[in-house]
């Protein structure tokens, strides 16, 4: 887990946040409607590289600071060969 740099800090400006276009709109209403307390876990988020979880550390009128955990998306050939590495072979 890591303190997200959301987009440039580990605090968000809920303004800064909703005037910079290089973060997704759908994961800012996402975090909007889903990051009310502290502790508040999001969904998982389906980014084109990454699968994305954010969970609320912190919130003030001015800003947020949340967690994230993100896992590469793998290409699938990457992903079946691993896979049937850990198949057991059988043995005679």
Not at 26 to 35: A, C, G, I, Q
Not at 59 to 66: D, G, L
């Amino acid at each position: 887990m890591l303190a997200l740099v959301f987009p440039t800090g580990a605090s968000i400006s809920h303004t800064d946040r909703l005037e910079r276009p290089s973060r997704d709109p759908e994961v800012t209403v996402v975090l909007e409607r889903e990051l009310k307390l502290p502790g508040d876990v999001t969904t998982i988020l389906e980014e084109r590289d990454c699968f994305e979880v954010f969970r609320l550390i912190a919130i003030t009128e001015e800003s947020w600071k949340v967690e994230a955990v993100r896992f590469p998306k793998l290409e699938f050939d990457s992903w079946l060969e691993s896979q049937i590495r850990k198949i057991p072979r059988p043995t005679r």
